[in-house]
């Protein structure tokens, strides 16, 4: 027969949980390290490998978040995807950024930063620990 570890009645069991103020830290530090990688993609140009034929010939973006643009995001199976959260995102760049690469780099470097925070936390809640 098998047995799984055992706890000692002794030893606090609150001493192996990560503490709030060191979740945040590790967070921070993941962040800090999401930004030490991509922080520069926000002076890059748009790059020919598909930008120009879905970002840069597209006649929506320019026109940013309007009634006629939300809906063809959301029903539009162009070049053979169906992919409305990616358009409303390079609508909402348009908007804001207008067709600056910059923009549409910063936001994809705030998906990058938040998409690694939740995967930490995800991770963290299926396996336990840190």
Excluded at 4 to 20: K, L, R, Y
Excluded at 94 to 114: A, E
Aim: charged share 10%.
């Amino acid at each position: 027969m098998v047995h799984g570890p055992t706890v000692n009645s002794s030893e606090p069991v609150a001493d192996s949980i990560p503490s709030g103020r060191s979740l945040f830290a590790l967070s921070l530090g993941l962040i800090g390290l999401t930004l030490f990688v991509y922080a520069r993609v926000i002076t890059f140009d748009f790059v020919n490998w598909d930008d120009t034929r879905f970002i840069v010939k597209n006649m929506y973006y320019p026109q940013g978040l309007t009634t006629e643009t939300v809906w063809w995001a959301l029903t539009s199976h162009e070049q053979g995807f169906w992919i409305p959260t990616t358009r409303l995102s390079f609508l909402l760049d348009g908007h804001l950024w207008k067709m600056r690469p910059s923009g549409f780099h910063f936001t994809s470097l705030v998906l990058h930063i938040v998409n690694t925070v939740l995967c930490f936390s995800v991770c963290r809640g299926l396996f336990g620990g840190i």
